[in-house]
């Protein structure tokens, strides 16, 4: 990652969460019951969508930080979540702009689980 610390903040989170989310790498990720009952192809299909999502417009991501979005799949629609924790999974992360002191989760479920 090119010095993520001249970013400005929100800059900075939308590089950390756009990484995580398309690598899943660097953080924890989280399916659903709904998401899990899928036949695996399906749901296979729902995780690259999160991944690889991109139409993130000023009504859908407000703080320009991606850290959530919703696509259809088959008809149904899907929504991920990213949420920041402390390291210690013990409450939320002080300053997500900081990866040494947080702890990414990536949640994917059915818009009905939500």
Do not use: W
């Not at 991944?51 to 417009?57: A, I």
């Not at 407000?62 to 991920?80: A, L, M, V």
């Not at 949420?83 to 013990?90: C, K």
């Not at 702009?97 to 989760?105: E, G």
């Amino acid at each position: 990652m090119n010095n993520v610390a001249t970013l400005a903040k929100n800059d900075c989170i939308r590089v950390l969460n756009d990484t995580f989310r398309s690598t899943l790498v660097g953080g924890q990720v989280v399916i659903t019951q709904g998401v899990d009952a899928l036949p695996t192809d399906t749901k296979a299909r729902v995780v690259s969508a999160a991944q690889s999502f991109s139409k993130f417009t000023k009504e859908n991501d407000p703080h320009g930080e991606h850290d959530f979005g919703n696509f259809e799949i088959e008809g149904e629609t899907y929504f991920f979540k990213l949420d920041y924790y402390s390291l210690d999974m013990e409450g939320g992360s002080e300053d997500p702009a900081d990866p040494t002191v947080t702890a990414r989760v990536l949640t994917i479920m059915r818009a009905d689980e939500y």
